[in-house]
């Protein structure tokens, strides 16, 4: 469809192997962390798989550690697995990391501090530039009812990207875009894509 760009969501499975997938639970209800890979079904790829398949891409990785879910990771073990299979692969300018879980990029960035940490959000607390600048992340991920040109000019002021997700809507899209935001994270690449081109032939 000519997007940039794939993200994507990371978990570990019993054995210890990384895959992608949204939820903590499989359709028929076993938890992915509880379960072998080789008993996971087909259409769950495994990380590295899905790599291949995004090959001349960048992709955003969310690491999936919410301290409510039952694959919940204190230790950052599939963080670290994650960025040293990046490391492996080189092209640190493709991989772009993300987490709801600011310590889990802490970790991302300690292990391979030459791969981008983003911080994602749902709304951005108040002191969440400071936070990322601090830190030392590049970027802030926020939901795209919270994106405000305010915020995008603080982040863009102390030299932070902001990806928004997610966002299906032209007109928002456009509105968004004209406020200088460097990604849209959407189901319909095909419309935001339109919109980007339409706006870049009016200029």
Same mark, same amino acid.
């Given at each position: 469809?000519?997007?940039? %760009?794939?993200? #994507? @969501?990371?978990?570990?499975?019993?054995?210890?192997? *990384?895959?992608?997938?949204? +939820? !903590?639970?499989?359709? /028929?209800?076993?938890?992915?962390?509880?379960?072998?890979?080789?008993?996971?079904?087909?259409?769950?790829?495994?990380? %590295?798989?899905? #790599? @291949?398949?995004?090959?001349?891409?960048?992709?955003? *990785?969310?690491?999936?550690? +919410? !301290?409510?879910?039952? /694959?919940?990771?204190?230790?950052?073990?599939?963080?670290?697995?994650?960025?040293?299979?990046?490391?492996?692969?080189?092209?640190?300018?493709?991989?772009?990391?993300?987490?709801?879980?600011?310590?889990?990029?802490?970790?991302?960035?300690?292990?391979?501090?030459?791969?981008?940490?983003?911080?994602?959000?749902?709304?951005?607390?108040?002191?969440?530039?400071?936070?990322?600048?601090?830190?030392?992340?590049?970027?802030?991920?926020?939901?795209?009812?919270?994106?405000?040109?305010?915020?995008?000019?603080?982040?863009?002021?102390?030299?932070?990207?902001?990806?928004?997700?997610?966002?299906?809507?032209?007109?928002?899209?456009?509105?968004?875009?004209?406020?200088?935001?460097?990604?849209?994270?959407?189901?319909?690449?095909?419309?935001?894509?339109?919109?980007?081109?339409?706006?870049?032939?009016?200029?």
């Amino acid at each position: 469809m000519g997007a940039d %760009a794939v993200e #994507l @969501d990371v978990r570990r499975t019993l054995d210890g192997v *990384l895959v992608v997938h949204h +939820d !903590p639970h499989l359709d /028929d209800g076993r938890v992915i962390c509880r379960t072998a890979a080789a008993q996971r079904p087909v259409h769950i790829p495994l990380l %590295a798989d899905a #790599l @291949d398949a995004c090959a001349g891409m960048w992709v955003n *990785l969310e690491i999936k550690n +919410d !301290p409510s879910e039952p /694959d919940f990771d204190p230790n950052e073990w599939v963080a670290e697995q994650t960025m040293a299979l990046l490391h492996e692969r080189g092209e640190p300018d493709r991989w772009l990391m993300s987490s709801f879980r600011i310590e889990t990029m802490d970790r991302c960035r300690a292990v391979a501090p030459h791969i981008r940490t983003a911080w994602l959000t749902s709304r951005p607390p108040r002191d969440a530039v400071t936070t990322l600048v601090r830190r030392g992340h590049a970027g802030l991920h926020p939901k795209v009812r919270h994106v405000s040109r305010e915020l995008l000019e603080d982040c863009h002021a102390a030299g932070l990207f902001v990806n928004t997700w997610t966002c299906d809507d032209p007109v928002r899209m456009a509105e968004l875009i004209e406020w200088g935001i460097d990604g849209i994270c959407t189901n319909v690449p095909d419309v935001a894509l339109a919109v980007r081109n339409g706006r870049a032939n009016d200029s």
